[in-house]
């Protein structure tokens, strides 16, 4: 041996933790499953929103969630964690009551993504990846959230936070710790994690239409072309000479 130790660079991303045995998955969260595997032709199909369900229920991808889940479904518990381990979304230990994401992909990065992060990084006195010790905010480096014209952006319980500053990152930070009613910049009122957790494994909380379904920057473009009658090629068109050529 040479005395060497490997070292993770991402040591809490290991395997589900096989120790918490705690659940609070009960008939209701189990006929919930069911209700989930029923909706695709291939029932196996579920099993990714039947993992959110879990998460809603247990704060975490739990034991019991793998093995609930690979009953309902008919496959391995080993088939079931490997799914529940490749993906960032799914938590393998318990965090806070609310989830907060800072993008810091190329445009947010430009725009100050990653000043954002070391900013909340100080304000909640943890590093990314980690709970606040009062268990209210998990923090989390996030990718590019499809928001770049937003940048930078923050999400809480994954809604948006647009245009943010270290001074917003602040408010924000303040308003969630003192359980003041919080809503996104586009309109939805925050929940928590746990509730977000439900609404993407499927089972709607009725807030999906709260706020404007598109804001001034992801529309410029579309109000600019109306401005000068410019339109989209007709397809019919293009397609035309390609078949002529082919002939
Ligand atoms: S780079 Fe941050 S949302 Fe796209």
Same mark, same amino acid.
């Given at each position: 041996m040479s005395g060497h130790e490997f070292t993770s660079?991402?040591? $809490? *991303? @290991?395997?589900? =933790? /096989? =120790?918490? +045995? *705690?659940t609070n998955i009960d008939e209701k969260t189990v006929e919930e499953l069911a209700q989930l595997a029923a909706r !695709? &032709? +291939? %029932?196996? *199909?579920a099993l990714l929103p039947m993992l959110h369900l879990v998460q809603s229920v247990d704060g975490r991808v739990s034991p019991r969630g793998i093995e609930v889940c690979a009953d309902l479904l008919g496959i391995s518990t080993a088939q079931v964690s490997g799914v529940a381990t490749f !993906?960032? /979304? !799914?938590?393998?230990r318990p965090g806070g009551t609310h989830h907060i994401g800072v993008c810091t992909t190329a445009l947010c990065a430009v725009m100050g993504g990653d000043i954002l992060l070391e900013h909340c990084e100080h304000k909640l006195g943890i590093h990314e990846g980690e709970t606040t010790a009062d268990g209210s905010i998990s923090l989390e480096r996030i990718?590019?959230?499809?928001a770049c014209d937003f940048a930078p952006i923050m999400t809480v319980n994954w809604e948006f936070m647009d245009n943010m500053t270290p001074a917003k990152a602040d408010e924000l930070i303040d308003e969630l710790i003192a359980g003041q009613e919080v809503r996104s910049t586009r309109g939805a009122t925050i929940t928590s994690w746990r509730e977000a957790e439900r609404v993407i494994a @499927?089972? &709607?909380?009725?807030?999906?239409?709260?706020? %404007? $379904?598109? @804001?001034d920057a992801s529309l410029l473009g579309l109000r600019i072309a109306q401005d000068h009658g410019w339109h989209a090629p007709d397809p019919a068109a293009i397609a035309a000479p390609a078949e002529e050529e082919s002939k």
């Open positions: 660079f991402f040591p $809490t *991303s @290991g395997g589900v =933790d /096989m =120790d918490d +045995q *705690s !695709y &032709p +291939q %029932p196996r *199909s !993906y960032t /979304m !799914y938590r393998r990718e590019c959230n499809a @499927g089972f &709607p909380d009725g807030r999906a239409d709260e706020g %404007p $379904t598109a @804001g």
